[in-house]
């Protein structure tokens, strides 16, 4: 199993950014699919989530700015990140998660937002 997260950088307040997880060794299209974030000294904590079904939730820092999506075609889930703040800079997280078969983690993805 393997989920690979990419698409972060280095991007001024007010930019965006697309991340992507591209997921393999699952059956995609069964796991609800999240995104989490820990910055420097935090904890980790959930951003967005997706069902297999499609249904989306998101933590209230990131609602009206973040969209979660998802290709089972692609086996990849997407975070759209508009708006950016500084205290948006953390390392990201994709976790595949399924009642049957417990979650995986992917590697993070760094996303810094300064001028």
């Known amino acids: 199993v393997q989920l690979q997260a990419s698409g972060g950088g280095l991007v001024q307040p007010g930019g965006s950014l697309r991340l992507s997880c591209a997921a393999s060794?699952?059956?995609?299209?069964?796991?609800?699919m999240e995104w989490y974030r820990q910055a420097p000294g935090k904890q980790r904590e959930l951003v967005a989530t997706?069902?297999?079904?499609?249904?989306?939730y998101y933590a209230d820092s990131v609602k009206g700015r973040f969209t979660i999506s998802r290709d089972n075609a692609k086996n990849t889930v997407y975070l759209q990140m508009n708006s950016l703040k500084p205290e948006d800079t953390a390392v990201y997280y994709c976790?595949?998660?399924?009642?049957?078969?417990?979650?995986?983690w992917g590697q993070g993805t760094q996303v810094t937002v300064s001028s």
């Open positions: 060794g699952i059956i995609f299209s069964i796991y609800d």
């Open positions: 997706i069902s297999s079904g499609g249904s989306t």
């Open positions: 976790k595949g998660q399924s009642s049957w078969y417990g979650g995986y």
